[in-house]
């Protein structure tokens, strides 16, 4: 959940009354339309000038963004010794370095004909050959054809100003739900979103005021204490240099054990319910002890492992560094209309207001003309793409999408492969061979596939 920092403060039970009028809330489901669907597209766009000129943080985004899209693809890579990784992560920086935006389709280009022909000081052709890289961008044409991957190419575009703020300046309440998604996906846009932030973050000025907040709920898995998932590099840069640029981080579980307390030793305020087992207390006391020496304050262990045992129900201890102790509360009163996680159907109903006004009002209908009343035309191809075309004014990302499915199909049926020109095509030009001399060798020139 990402929001604004200017939704004011309740004193009651009734959220709504206070904080309805004041804020616009909305709820985004990416890769579904139950919700207001995003589209991550934007984010292989070049970043700002001041992530470019960050060498840094330009590395840490180039990484996680290759690291996201080939756990999307179900490749576990290594980014010192995947082969997959670093030919992703040198595409991806050198086309950023030139200023240049990548579509899917520009990525799918660049892996079989990379800008560069040395990766290190060892030859491409060496270092991955083009046999093995027309397979890998085989696997991403598939991911772009496929018919789950289409309501990624749906929504708004994902950026974090727009999350926060409203183009009247209005503080925005974004919740974005990934329950629908499965766990490659899930890893893949909240890497995704979390590289977005720290990109918005850095376009920031400093400041010693809240600007914003970003809350995370069952944060499991993101952060874990041994393994370098795509979405832990970014998670840490905003726990270290979040606060200096206004940003609130807000990260909740239930599974302290399997948290990077090393990490979170960054976080200066926690929140603490009873623990169940010693093991989470000792991993609970060990972040909480490194939290306070990264302060400089001292730490008492025995006294705080006595304090969190005697906890009991709706009793929480608060741990700031920056007080001289510990403080056990407990709520004055709790709000909650125990109704669990919200289903597709609900979330359909909570955002079908939303949905109906941002749809453009249509002209009156014309009167019936012959052309109206046929039949949507539709596309099938060897059963593995089929699109129905109902509305004359379609969006030319669907379009692109659409041509990239048969041409995914069409590859895949005949088993076709693609082949650099010869040089000397520059200056005789390009012949044109048949069909079935394509068909034979199982290749051919851009020309000859198009043909």
């Known amino acids: 959940m990402l929001t604004g920092a200017d939704i004011p403060e309740t004193s009651g039970p009734n959220l709504d009354a206070g904080t309805g009028d004041a804020v616009d809330m909305v709820i985004y489901t990416p890769g579904s339309s139950a919700g207001l669907p995003l589209t991550v597209l934007r984010s292989f766009d070049a970043p700002p000038r001041a992530v470019l000129q960050d060498n840094e943080a330009l590395r840490e985004r180039v990484n996680s963004a290759a690291s ?9 890579a290594d ?15 050198s086309s950023w370095r030139d200023g240049r935006h990548l579509q899917m389709a520009d990525l799918i280009r660049g892996l079989q004909s990379p800008p560069f022909d040395k990766v290190g000081v060892i030859d491409l052709e060496t270092f991955f050959p083009e046999k093995d890289r027309f397979g890998l961008a085989m696997r991403v044409n598939n991911l772009l054809a496929s018919p789950g991957f289409a309501g990624w190419l749906e929504g708004e575009s994902l950026d974090v100003g727009r999350l926060l703020y409203t183009d009247q300046g209005k503080p925005r309440l974004s919740i974005i739900s990934i329950a629908h998604l499965s766990e490659a996906e899930r890893m893949f846009f909240v890497t995704i979103l ?25 944060v499991f898995g993101y952060f874990p204490p041994t393994a370098n998932p795509p979405s832990k590099l970014p998670m840490l840069t905003l726990l270290k240099q979040a606060r200096a640029y206004g940003l609130g981080v807000v990260l909740a579980t239930q599974n302290p054990v399997d948290l990077d307390y090393k990490g979170l030793s960054n976080a200066g305020t926690w929140y603490l319910g009873r623990l169940q087992t010693e093991r989470d207390k000792a991993r609970v006391l060990e972040g909480l002890e490194g939290a306070s020496a990264a302060a400089g304050q001292r ?25 001289d102790t510990p403080v056990v509360f407990q709520t004055r009163w709790t709000l909650s209309y125990l109704r669990g996680p919200l289903t597709r159907q609900q979330i359909q109903q909570l955002t079908a207001a939303r949905k109906s006004a941002a749809e453009p009002a249509g002209p009156l209908a ?86």
């Open 68 to 76: 996201g899209l080939l756990a999307l693809l179900g490749i576990d």
């Open 79 to 93: 980014p010192l010794h995947s082969r997959e990784h670093i030919l992703l992560a040198n595409l991806l920086d």
């Open 194 to 218: 979390l590289n977005e932030v720290v990109t918005w973050m850095r376009s920031q000025a400093g400041t010693s005021s809240l600007r914003a907040m970003l809350y995370m709920d069952e």
């Open 299 to 323: 730490f008492d262990r025995a006294a705080m492992e006595e304090t969190l045992a005697g906890l009991g129900q709706r009793v929480f201890l608060m741990n700031n560094v920056h007080d």
């Open 366 to 451: 014309p009167a019936a003309s012959p052309q109206a009343s046929l039949p949507a035309a539709g596309l099938s191809i060897a059963g593995k793409a089929s699109i129905k075309i109902t509305d004359p004014q379609l969006n030319p990302r669907f379009v692109l999408g659409m041509l990239e499915a048969i041409h995914a199909a069409m590859l895949d049926d005949t088993r076709l492969g693609y082949r650099n020109p010869p040089p000397s095509h520059e200056g005789t030009g390009q012949k044109l061979r048949l069909v079935s001399q394509t068909l034979g060798d199982r290749c051919g020139t851009c020309f000859d596939l198009a043909v």
